[in-house]
């Protein structure tokens, strides 16, 4: 039988190898095409994704870990270009301090305003904002708080290096329905220290506690101290100590005395914790607790329905003397050096918006730094004068490094009653760390 081969047409395999040479031009031809519109299409993504700006944001405060991202999300919604990595830290001063050392400064950063901020501020680490526009929009008061916290003698270095976000303030949280039951205006509070050492004991007369103590806690018999000290020692006194112009006893005795007073008319068992203190206030278990602002919401997530107000603590007879101990709760600023100063300039203006400050105020019981202050708690509206009167104190112990253990010293003071005892390891520790820091 003869191959089918001599069936085929004359040239037919000629034509069906150009076919097939054909089919893989053509193939190939095709998958260079797909490849090239593959291409343009990843190119087109990777540009897109280059054009996304991501801040790194440091938080350092827990209790409003919620607020910020809420406030992040709507930023990114109005910004898709512009992403915003949270990185909320459990131990602000140290995990800033590692990221410094790193050369990993944060875009954007939140901090509490004290001596450690003040700290970091001095080594230039963070924006200056001075000769900000949108400093003339911002309580006078508050940004003065501010620039005195940068750790420097030399006054002309005490520049704005971070923004007021939130304030609070220092005094007494007050039980209107027990003043109202032992015959006390709560709408007048006592604007003298002896008109309020009277009101105490009228409390007393009346089977009310006074003073709700919680000293468990050393740290809250800080409160007092700083509440005092805001009328009795102008902020001049503390660069004074640095220069070792004064001493502890000459500006802080008066101050003791007075908390040493003070916590006489507390509960007979003074050693419970914060946490326990606020819920027996919370339960009307005492007239005042001399606690700051931040202790509000605490208070009200124990009893929603009582009756607070807030009052500057007086502390000398002179009522026209008096000024309000208040700080800035929360500071924001960006790094000096940061790759995207306008990115971070854009949330930071977001954050300092009306809208954004009224909404965290009133999630955090405290003060907008606005010239026109608000609050976003009715019970401090009676210390609202106070703010828009430039009649403002830092916290003391926000001018003294946190290694001081002043909450101990305090408690043993008040157990003691001993404040020349106070004055005096307060200066022992104070001279220490001076003997070992050069500015």
Known sequence: MKSDSIFRPKGSGMLSGWSGRMKTVLGRACAALLAAAIGVAISGCSSTTAQVVTLDFFQFKSEAADQFKAMAKEFESENPNIRININNSASAQTDLRTRLVKNR?????????????????????????TDDPIVKTLNPGMVTIAKN?????????????????????????????????????????????????????????????????????????????????????PESKYTALKKGET????????????????????QAD???????????????????????????????????KVDLGFAQMPATDNADEQILTAGNDVMLT????????????????????????????????????????????????GVLPFFKENRLADF????????????????????SGNVENFTSSMQTEWDKIQARTFE
């Open 105 to 129: 400064i944060p875009d954007v950063i939140t901090f509490n305003g004290d001596i450690s901020f003040g700290m970091f501020a001095a080594s230039g680490v963070f924006h200056d904002f």
């Open 149 to 233: 916290l940068v750790q420097t003698t030399d006054t002309a270095k005490k520049r704005l290096y971070g923004l007021p976000f939130a304030g609070n303030a220092s005094g007494y949280i007050y039980n209107k329905t027990l003043w109202r039951q032992a015959g006390v205006d709560p709408d007048n509070p006592p604007q003298t220290w002896s008109e309020f050492i009277a009101m105490l004991q009228k409390f007393k007369a009346a089977g009310i506690t006074p003073v709700q103590a919680t000293t468990a806690d050393s740290w809250t018999l800080q409160a007092p101290l700083a509440s005092l000290n805001g009328t009795l020692v």
């Open 247 to 266: 001493t502890f006893k000459d500006i802080w005795t008066d101050a003791g005395n007075k908390v040493v007073e003070l916590m006489k008319y507390s």
């Open 270 to 304: 003074q050693g419970v914790t914060y946490q326990q203190g606020t819920q027996d206030f919370a339960n009307g278990k005492a007239a005042i607790i001399p606690l700051g602002t931040y202790a509000i919401p605490q208070i009200r997530l124990v009893n929603a």
């Open 334 to 381: 960006m790094g000096a050096d940061t790759k995207h100063p306008e990115e971070a300039m854009k949330f930071i203006k977001f954050l300092m918006s009306k809208p954004q400050l009224e909404a965290y105020a009133k999630a955090q019981s405290a003060f907008t730094p606005l010239k026109d202050t608000t609050v976003g708690d009715d019970a401090l509206k």
């Open 396 to 415: 003391c112990d926000h001018y003294i490094p946190s290694s001081i253990n002043i909450g101990g010293y305090l408690q043993t003071m008040v157990s």
